[in-house]
């Protein structure tokens, strides 16, 4: 059953004759004609009598109806995609807990007070998991460490991050190689970048592998860290922003590991829906104007 044809069904009733509705639809009557059998044909009634005026049949009171609603969500799917109006509906995202703690009290508030109508959706993970999500369509966007994740998805950088080490004690400076084998380190599970450079930085040190407890939680990290658990890597504005909750402590890492790149990762723009491309083209995003950096990992 086509929108066209309960469109012409429509003009017929309202015009009252075949031939007025062609005429207002800027067609020929045989179109008309053509059209109201073939829907006649798909339900098997006749919703029609044809008579001058025209009169709707029982069947084609109830078909009227249909084909109204029919038509208001024709239409709202087409203001929906193509814009005409306020932005509705649902947007999907996904953050790292850090970026969630931290950087998205800023931004989504701001986006909420704008486009009020659309209802916000967040869940947090490590950011492997995430682009799973996104490629997988369960996510509209995501928050993640800025890499190179191959076709079919884009990155706009947002967030420059300084990577510390934790602790809940005072620090001089990075352990040295004997005590980090001596130390547990506290993080995220896997596909979470800070995870990995801890890897890398054993290794740079000349360090065995450490105990990594794997904690479901940013507080859970940060409390059990704060108690002599053991050390974290995590971003510098994380441990600011907790530290008039939790007694932390941190020392900066070598260059190469603390600087990291928080991106907002999307599939391709033409597939964007109308609450996301708002969202993505609003003043509450900043732009880094800039390439994205390989990650270390996939957080």
């Given amino acids: 059953m086509l929108i066209r044809s309960l469109e012409i069904f429509q003009a017929v009733v309202e015009s009252g004759s075949f031939s007025a509705a062609a005429e207002s639809l800027h067609t020929v009557q045989s179109n008309v004609t053509a059209h109201i059998k073939k829907l006649e044909s798909e339900l098997g009634v006749r919703v029609l009598e044809r008579r001058n005026p025209v009169a709707l049949t029982s069947a084609g009171h109830q078909l009227l109806g249909y084909a109204r609603r029919i038509g208001d969500l024709h239409n709202e799917a087409l203001n ?3 814009g005409g109006g306020e932005p509705t509906g649902e947007l999907r995202l996904g953050s790292m807990e850090t970026t969630a703690a931290v950087h998205l009290p800023k931004v989504l508030p701001a986006f909420s007070r704008r486009w009020p109508a659309v209802s916000l959706n967040l869940r947090t993970s490590p950011s492997a998991c995430l682009l799973d999500e996104l490629r997988e369509g369960r996510l509209d966007a995501a928050f993640v460490i800025a890499g190179n994740v191959g076709d079919g998805l884009i990155m706009r950088p947002v967030f ?9 004690r005072p620090l001089d400076g990075v352990p040295c190689a004997a005590e980090l084998s001596r130390t547990s380190f506290l993080s995220f599970r896997q596909g979470c970048g800070y995870r990995q450079t801890v890897s890398v930085l054993l290794a740079e040190q000349g360090a065995p592998p450490a105990p990594i407890h794997e904690l479901g939680s940013l507080d859970a990290i940060l409390g059990c860290v704060s108690a002599g658990m ?3 890597v ?3 504005s994380t441990v600011l922003q907790y530290r008039h909750r939790y007694p932390l402590h941190s020392v900066a890492l070598p260059e190469a590991l603390s600087a990291v790149t ?3 990762a999307t599939a391709e723009e ?6 996301l491309r708002a969202f993505m083209e609003g003043s509450w ?5 800039e390439p994205s950096r390989p990650a270390l990992a996939s957080v």
């Fill in 160 to 168: 420059r991050e300084r990577l510390v080490l934790v602790s809940g």
């Fill in 80 to 82: 929906h995609f193509k």
């Fill in 285 to 289: 995003l900043p732009d880094l104007d």
């Fill in 234 to 236: 995590l971003p510098e």
């Fill in 270 to 275: 033409e597939t964007w829906s109308r609450p």
């Fill in 262 to 264: 928080t991106a907002i």
């Fill in 230 to 232: 053991g050390l974290a």
